[in-house]
């Protein structure tokens, strides 16, 4: 293996970071007991500065980048990092975490541990807490380079339907990285992460490259640009909105429309309606100003059909609720001609469910 990953470094010096990750598994790991003498980090990391120490020693230019996530949630108990430090590069991946809240909110708490599982029984914390302290275990363990990879445009930002909520997230998250030594973010997401507009990629690329940025500037500059003449309603409603799918009492740390709250579903039905006539009265200016606003009164229709299904599954109206959901699919394939350059309709059919 070690000599694999190191090949292909020499002979790929255009590769300034190679990635060498466990498989994309969680409690899979040998039980014989050879194996079981250590823990999965501490072989994890046996193989990783064996890598970094070759190609420090063949004077390569490549880093090594190794990952935090699911069997190695916890820091080696043995294996010490050494001077093949500064060739490798940590990264951080809390794919469980929540995302109601921001990653260091202290009151994110109590769903999960923040280690000491025993060999293949881990269970990845739900809350945001536990997920600090584990990065600030493996801080203890590797100082070294370390970024966040994180999955906010993956399927998160679909399930939440909150384009403000999660602008406003993104970048609570990115001005919080250097508290916990985290030098940057990669963003595990799909391509088409622009609907109903692209506020939360504009509040992620502006908020990495500037992390004294207002987000009240990028909102208004993002919607200004998108809605023109209109953008004062597009930011109304999308406060709207980002005010009745905050997350209820009882679910706080799921996205709303999954979280069993009937009556705040069925509140958010109602803004829908309503939202909806207000949009056929608008009279965009320009081709740009008519795209986005048929992207926002999708989102809208979307909204609506979404909060019947989690309003009917919230009520035990099982049969009902898989009929909304059905409906909500089928709007979603028969527009994809509108959507398909802004949203990914297979990631958002396998999100919808309440």
């Known amino acids: 293996m070690v000599n ?8 790929h010096c255009e590769v300034d970071c190679l990635h060498l990750w466990l498989s994309d598994s ?26 970094a120490a070759r190609v420090k020693k063949e004077k390569l230019s490549t880093r090594i980048v190794f990952l935090c996530y699911t069997n190695t949630l916890s820091p080696p ?3 010490k990092f050494s001077t093949e430090s500064d060739r490798l590069i940590y990264m951080f991946a809390p794919i469980s975490r929540c995302y109601s809240h921001p990653l260091l909110d202290p009151s994110c708490s109590g769903r999960g541990q923040a280690g000491g599982w025993p060999r293949n029984m881990v269970q990845p914390p739900r809350t945001n807490a536990e997920f600090v302290r584990i990065r600030r275990s493996w801080l203890r363990a590797f100082p070294g380079d370390s ?6 445009l993956w399927q998160p930002f679909l399930r939440y339907m909150n384009p403000l909520g999660f602008a406003r997230l993104i970048n609570s998250d ?29 509040a992620l690329a502006e908020t ?12 208004q500059e993002h919607l200004q640009t998108c809605f023109g003449v209109n953008h004062r309603f597009a930011r109304e409603y999308l406060e709207g909105v980002d005010s009745l799918l905050r997350s209820g009492e009882l ?13 705040k579903a069925l509140e958010l039905g109602r803004y829908a309606s309503a939202s909806a006539a207000k949009m056929e009265a608008l009279r965009p200016s320009n081709d740009r100003e008519e795209r986005y606003l048929s992207l926002l009164k999708h989102f809208n229709r979307l909204l609506d059909l979404r909060s019947k299904a ?10 009902e609720a898989a009929k909304s959901v059905a409906e909500a699919s089928q709007f979603l394939r028969e527009t994809e001609r509108l959507t398909h350059r802004y949203l990914d309709t297979w990631l958002m059919l396998r999100s919808i469910k309440p």
Not at 26 to 51: H, I, M, Q
Not at 251 to 260: D, E, K, M, R, T
């Open 4 to 11: 694999e990953a190191v090949g292909y470094a020499r002979a």
């Open 26 to 51: 969680t409690n899979n790991f040998c039980e014989c007991d050879s194996c079981s003498k250590l823990t999965p980090s501490d072989w994890y990391t046996g193989l990783v500065r064996a890598v």
């Open 77 to 79: 108990e043995s294996e």
């Open 147 to 152: 970024f966040a990879f994180e999955y906010y």
């Open 174 to 202: 990115v001005k919080g990285l250097a508290a916990i030594k985290l030098n940057g973010m990669m963003s595990c997401q799909a391509l088409r992460a622009f609907y109903p507009t692209g506020l939360p990629m504009a």
């Open 208 to 219: 990495l490259w500037d992390a004294q940025v207002d987000l009240d500037r990028i909102v």
């Open 251 to 263: 679910n706080p740390h799921v996205a709303l429309l999954q979280s069993g709250d009937a009556e």
């Open 310 to 319: 989690s309003v009917l599954k919230a009520q035990g109206k099982e049969e």
